[in-house]
């Protein structure tokens, strides 16, 4: 468990929305801040960190989607809980392609949001104690210990073969903990959008070598523990193998 209250920022435009939030989330034990548009959040971000940034698809200016887009492509590692009002799927799998580690339909139950800020915060906590403090180089999860800067996957002492291609996956699944990743987005990662095109890697090719990467990993690959399948959005790595 954290030593401190986790700190949370929310972005809604909807004043009566963001009292809310404030008031129950402040209430189960979180540190809130509330801002109502994009400047106020880059102001916020530039003065004080958080744990979490729940943050609203649907606004006036800046909309959720640019907005998650921008702090990713800044390099920010924030994890976002992104609010939907939409109800075609297809947004909120945009929305996690962009860079959400996760998505709540409007409308929702507070406490609902409240269970998965902490199933969120769980999953960065338990990542960043399976890491080491050089860099985490090394990724740690059940028995397996991946190698980034030496490029091998370890089941105790015993080195596992993986083809550069799977080992690649991995990595970019492994370093991106409890986050959900489009099979695109998992291409552009672990190989780059021109060595992909180049090499004719495709969103196929991410789904056989998950496959094949689950009969390695996984104890049983028809009921994954470790890379487990966000149906209609990609995938996603649970250090802990616990349900995601």
């Given at each position: 468990m954290m030593s401190n209250p986790p700190k949370i920022l929310i972005l809604d435009d909807e004043a009566e929305m963001r009292a809310l939030l404030q008031r129950?989330?402040?209430?189960?034990?979180?540190?809130?801040?509330?801002v109502n548009d994009a400047p106020q959040l880059d102001k916020t971000l530039a003065r004080e960190s958080f744990d979490v940034l729940v943050l609203d698809l649907m606004m006036p200016g800046e909309d959720g989607l640019s907005i998650c887009r921008r702090l990713r492509a800044?390099?920010?590692?924030?994890?976002?809980?992104?609010?939907?009002?939409k109800g075609d799927p297809i947004d909120r799998i945009i929305g996690l392609e962009m860079g959400a580690?996760?998505?709540l339909p409007k409308p929702f139950e507070p406490r609902?949001?409240?269970?998965?800020?902490?199933?969120?915060?769980?999953?960065?906590?338990?990542?960043?104690?399976?890491?080491?403090?050089?860099?985490?180089?090394?990724?740690?999860?059940?028995?397996?210990?991946?190698?980034?800067?030496?490029?091998r996957l370890l089941q105790g002492t015993q080195e596992i073969e993986l083809t550069s291609g799977e080992f690649a996956l991995l990595r970019a699944l492994a370093t991106n903990p409890g986050r959900t990743l489009g099979?695109?987005?998992?291409?552009?990662?672990?190989?780059g959008r021109q060595a992909a095109r180049e090499q004719g890697i495709t969103e196929r090719s991410i789904d056989v070598q998950i496959l094949r990467l689950r009969r390695v990993i996984e104890k049983d690959p028809s009921q994954p523990r470790f890379i487990q399948t966000v149906w209609g959005a990609g995938y996603v790595f649970v250090p802990d193998g616990e349900k995601s």
């Open positions: 129950y989330l402040s209430g189960q034990g979180f540190v809130v801040r509330a800044g390099g920010e590692t924030i994890p976002i809980m992104m609010l939907t009002a580690d996760d998505y609902e949001l409240a269970a998965r800020l902490h199933a969120m915060l769980r999953r960065q906590s338990m990542f960043a104690a399976g890491s080491t403090s050089a860099g985490k180089e090394l990724v740690q999860f059940g028995d397996f210990t991946l190698d980034c800067s030496a490029r099979r695109e987005r998992l291409i552009e990662l672990a190989h």
